[in-house]
T-cell receptor, first 116, second 112 residues
Framework: AQKITQTQPGMFVQEKEAVTLDCTYDTSDQSYGLFWYKQPSSGEMIFLIYQGSYDEQNATEGRYSLNFQKARKSANLVISASQLGDSAMYFCAMREASNYGQNFVFGPGTRLSVLP | SQTIHQWPATLVQPVGSPLSLECTVEGTSNPNLYWYRQAAGRGLQLLFYSVGIGQISSEVPQNLSASRPQDRQFILSSKKLLLSDSGFYLC???????????FGDGTRLSIL
């Protein structure tokens, strides 16, 4: 079963507007972590933001915020004031316990295109 | 500060040839190390995971193997490459399970 679901293969947003990228997850663990990464066309994976399962407040990092709704098992990324440089693939990932300790599972990604 | 080095950046190999991709981490000790493969336009697939020297866990059965001969060195290998081994390979490390993974720049592998 898919552990991380990103239902938006592609998204468009106008420059300077806000955009929300969806992420839902599936786990039976009580302790887990959620991450968002950005991958520009160069291929590098850039860490954006982290939310722990026990964190009561939504994480924020500059223009990035994570809308964490634990009961719905969703961890949507909100980018405010989009910039042209935000055009990239965005991956939601989850850290959970596995037979080997900790495992990281990635979603299929959302391609964001920022329009001038 | 910690850095991760991955090489080569690009590689073109014929079918049936061997493979060795190397990843090293500097500035930390006893990191958790990972190898991922990313097909074009797709997400990351975890291949191998290591919590220490000589300790390798495989997530997906495949034509590849991994080794960790030193604390901060992680090697991805194959004895005979298949066409399906083409892809973008990423090495990553994390020190603490509450911290994000830090990725290398990746290797684009093309099999002819």
């Amino acid at each position: 079963a898919q552990k991380i679901t990103q239902t938006q293969p592609g998204m468009f947003v106008q420059e300077k507007e806000a955009v929300t990228l969806d992420c839902t997850y599936d786990t039976s663990d009580q302790s887990y972590g959620l991450f968002w990464y950005k991958q520009p066309s160069s291929g590098e994976m850039i860490f954006l933001i982290y939310q722990g399962s026990y964190d009561e407040q939504n994480a924020t990092e500059g223009r990035y915020s994570l809308n964490f709704q634990k009961a719905r098992k969703s961890a949507n990324l909100v980018i405010s004031a989009s910039q042209l440089g935000d055009s990239a693939m965005y991956f939601c990932a989850m850290r959970e316990a596995s037979n080997y300790g900790q495992n990281f599972v990635f979603g299929p990604g959302t391609r964001l295109s920022v329009l001038p | 500060s910690q850095t991760i080095h991955q090489w080569p950046a690009t590689l073109v190999q014929p079918v049936g040839s061997p493979l060795s991709l190397e990843c090293t981490v500097e500035g930390t000790s006893n990191p958790n190390l990972y190898w991922y493969r990313q097909a074009a336009g797709r997400g990351l697939q975890l291949l191998f995971y290591s919590v220490g020297i000589g300790q390798i866990s495989s997530e997906v059965p495949q034509n590849l193997s991994a080794s960790r001969p030193q604390d901060r060195q992680f090697i991805l290998s194959s004895k005979k490459l298949l066409l399906s081994d083409s892809g973008f390979y990423l090495c990553a490390w994390t020190r603490d399970t509450n911290q994000p993974q830090h990725f290398g720049d990746g290797t684009r592998l093309s099999i002819l």
